[in-house]
């Protein structure tokens, strides 16, 4: 969805070594965060009430959850029809 109005954002939850390999190693372009950066008390994790990993969160233009799950194939379909959405 290059040029689209969207932005994805990575949390992982990964040790820092092992989640640079899995960016270098699966070419990926989008910016990922820590889950709990070195010194933080609480994790995002936490924050969002993550229950299990992949977690997909699809946010619309208002910052409502549009789509909260695991099935990948499902968040893509919520966020290419905002998209649009958003077209009109």
Do not use: C
Not at 24 to 35: D, M, T, V
């Amino acid at each position: 969805m290059k040029d689209q109005a969207f932005a994805l954002i990575g949390i992982n939850s990964d040790d820092l070594p092992r989640a640079k390999k899995a960016v270098a190693e699966n070419k990926l372009n989008w910016r990922s965060f820590q889950n709990q950066p070195e010194g933080q008390k609480r994790a995002i994790a936490d924050d969002w009430v993550i229950k299990g990993w992949p977690t997909i969160v699809v946010l619309d233009s208002e910052m409502k959850v549009r789509y909260r799950g695991h099935d990948g194939e499902e968040a893509t379909k919520v966020a290419k029809d905002l998209v649009a959405a958003l077209k009109k």
